[in-house]
């Protein structure tokens, strides 16, 4: 019989070797941000830190309470009212990077589009590299089924073996229609089948956001732009299912906040960034549908 899938995930954290340096507007805020992704120690977890605040605590770290809004991308927050905005695609190429701990040092109040996936962080992470250090890695392991509904939207969260991303998706336009993936999840998966999938947004949409001082900086340059049934990006798609692999992107970025990697299988229907972190919330409270995993142990038997 062969070995559970889980008998092979790596048994210690992992930081990076050197800073990782990038910069960029926001798809919502339009501003211009600079940051360095920079090594953490073991059990820091990931800290993002505004260093243009200097009048008050300027530290965010990651967590299921910190996010504060899930309108149109996650943002996460202190108490000192300090926020973080568009963490998630960052958060996805950390954790399938196995990156635990690390400082995101950051001089605005949002994270860069890019090019509206994970793929130029993983480049910038990659050029960094990783360290292993000496702290075992702790993954959330799904004991018991958690699921969060809100009308047509569900989320959940299933026992496995190892981490599985489900994701649907329905949108009237044909551009878009019905799309569904079911992957099992790993670093080679990830950057096979998600971190090149970018985020999407429908033409209409654009002047209400703007109104309501959103996607000030979104263009074609950082998203796939729909209109009606047809696709504006000159380029095209990367994926004819690039909609629903870019929701699954999401989705792996708002889970750890958590904190770790999960054991278990996410399952999204029309979810988005704010049913992501009630099932978080739902997730943690309720401990009895989880635990926190080691391999250390079976690291050492096994040698």
């Known amino acids: 019989m062969a070995a559970p899938a889980f008998q092979h995930v ?3 954290q992992h930081t990076l070797k050197a800073p990782a340096l990038f910069a960029g507007v926001g798809v919502h805020t339009g501003a211009y941000t600079r940051v360095a992704v920079r090594p953490a120690p073991a059990d820091a977890g990931v800290v993002f830190v505004r260093t243009d605040v200097a ?10 309470e910190a996010v504060c809004k899930t309108q149109l991308g996650t943002v996460i927050g202190n108490a000192a009212g300090v926020t973080v905005a568009t963490i998630e695609h960052l958060m996805a190429a950390l954790v399938m990077l196995g990156i635990d701990n690390a400082v995101v040092e950051i001089d605005g109040p949002e994270m860069p589009i890019m090019d509206g996936s994970s793929l130029p962080f993983l480049r910038v992470l990659d050029r960094a590299g ?13 004991l018991e089924t958690v699921e969060v509904v809100d009308g047509d939207k569900r989320a959940a969260l299933k026992p496995a073996d190892r981490f599985e991303v489900a994701f649907t998706i329905r949108f009237d336009s044909a551009a878009i229609g019905t799309q569904a993936i079911d992957l099992a999840m790993d670093e080679a998966a990830f950057r096979a089948e998600l971190a090149d999938c970018r985020t999407f947004g429908f033409l209409h949409e654009v002047e209400a956001l703007r109104a309501m001082g959103l996607a000030r900086g979104g263009s074609m340059e950082n998203a796939v732009v729909i209109e009606g049934d047809r696709v504006l990006n000159p380029e095209g798609l990367r994926r004819p299912d690039e909609f629903v692999r870019h929701k699954a992107l999401d989705a792996i970025g708002d889970l ?3 904190g770790a990697p999960v054991i278990g299988r996410f399952e999204g229907e029309l979810a988005g960034h704010g049913i992501n972190n009630a099932l978080v919330r739902a997730l943690v409270a309720r401990p009895a549908a989880w635990r926190v995993r080691t391999f250390v142990a079976d690291l050492a038997e096994a040698v």
Do not use: K, M, W
């Open 256 to 258: 750890f906040v958590l």
């Open 55 to 64: 009048d008050r605590d300027n530290r965010v770290p990651v967590s299921p």
């Open 130 to 142: 990783r360290r292993e250090q000496d702290a075992p890695r702790g993954y959330i392991e799904i």
């Open 10 to 12: 790596p048994a210690f």
